[in-house]
């Protein structure tokens, strides 16, 4: 990793509009979560907050992150400038990689926790399993966006239909989308941590081998992306 592209990322994370949004995702989902359970008595709500966590503030967060750290220097031909130091271009991939990694395990994963045990104090185990599922599913989440990033401007966007398209809709549809679902391959995970979650039966060595794979091709995909812009000359 290099220092000074740690810190760029973190400035251009959390210095744009989009370091607001990637707050204010689970601040929302937390508040829910209160609100739920002020009202309600221990337990009530809880599936149905933290399938919208899970689904898609974790998500949305992972693609803001990930969008944020590169997408902007595609966008506005900046990355370029960044390409012309001596700087090696795998490693810049992998401390944008890492910035944006820790914010979905902190504004992502984590608040699943939290949500989880805000509204049912006496179940820590099935807390702690949505916060290790929701970090295995950010892990890969954060790499394929970042990959959404360096190869098009349009990531956002396509990072919203993978998200509500093929996790969601179809995830839901056909059976076999959970071997190529990264969330199939996080509530895996989490089902190996606590029997109260629902397992997708994929197998655990299979998930987080999967996650692994996936993580590191992205990663590795988009540095060599950055490497073609110094190439080609690509905006």
């Known amino acids: 990793m290099n220092p000074t592209i ?16 990637l707050v204010i995702v689970p601040a929302v989902l937390l508040a829910l979560s209160v609100v739920i359970r002020a009202l309600t008595d221990e337990g009530v709500g809880q599936d149905a907050v933290l399938e919208l966590g ?19 220097e595609v966008d506005d031909g900046s990355v370029v400038y960044l390409l012309a130091k001596p700087v090696n271009r795998h490693a810049i991939a992998l401390s944008k990689y890492v910035v944006a990694w820790i914010c979905g395990l902190v504004l992502g994963a984590l608040p699943l926790t939290l949500c989880a045990l805000v509204l049912s104090w006496s179940a820590p185990e099935e807390a702690v399993a949505w916060g290790v599922g929701g970090a295995v599913a950010a892990t890969a989440y954060v790499a ?10 349009h990531a956002v966007v396509v990072g919203l239909l993978v998200v509500l398209m093929w996790e969601g809709l179809l995830g839901n549809l056909l059976v076999g989308i959970r071997w190529v679902s990264i969330g199939s391959w ?40 950055l490497r073609s812009f110094t190439l080609r000359g690509d905006e």
């Open 54 to 72: 899970y689904t898609l503030a974790m998500p949305l967060v992972c693609l803001l992150a990930a969008s944020a750290v590169l997408g902007p």
């Open 144 to 153: 394929l966006f970042l990959a959404l990033a360096a190869l098009t401007k």
């Open 186 to 225: 996080g509530r895996e995970v989490a089902a190996s941590v606590s029997d109260l979650l629902w397992s997708p039966e994929v197998g655990l060595g299979y998930a987080l081998g999967a996650a692994v794979v996936l993580a590191v091709a992205s990663v590795w995909f988009a540095g060599d992306r």
């Open 6 to 21: 740690v810190r760029l990322s973190v400035q251009a994370l959390l210095g744009r509009r989009r370091g607001l949004v």
